[in-house]
């Protein structure tokens, strides 16, 4: 009797102890720093279960976010795939929700903008972690988003996340430590 095992995609998950990324504090009336996601969520990437297939572990392709905190009193959180020209930055929303996540990808830039005068500390952002899966070569069927591989990108990862999709069940946050007071 011969037995084949058909190895499956299993979604990706947190490295123990990792995953909230905070951008240093600046002064008012400053932007933070500009972060890939693959400087914010890479070393917080891990996908154990697929490692042990004949493919091997996916690597991190983005992340999908989920919640964002911010106010408008406060200021923006926005990412761009070409950072270096500045009128490419795009703010994220503040009504994304586990319905409609906006999917950022791993070489794609993150920033928070404050409003003038704005100091404390802001909101934040939440997020799923995001694998490459290979093309999606061994997901089962009803288990690919269309597109998700698109900076900007609105998924429902509701009810697509855990399991054989590519999206973790867990999250993490992307926060700003504060906005300094300069006056």
Known sequence: IQ???TPVNDAPEFASGKGNYVFAAVAEDTVTAVKTVGEIAGSAFSDPKDALSNHGADALAGIVITENTT???EGHWQYSATPTDGDSWTNISRTVSE???IVILAGTS????PNAEFNGVPGTLTYHLLENDHANADLPAGNVIEGL???GKVVDVSSHKG??????VGTAVISVEKIIPVN
Do not use: P
């Open 110 to 113: 993150v920033r928070f903008v």
């Open 3 to 5: 037995t084949v095992v």
């Open 149 to 151: 591989y698109t900076d």
């Open 99 to 101: 319905t409609s996540g």
């Open 163 to 168: 399991g054989t999709t590519q999206v973790s």
């Open 71 to 73: 106010t408008s009193a």
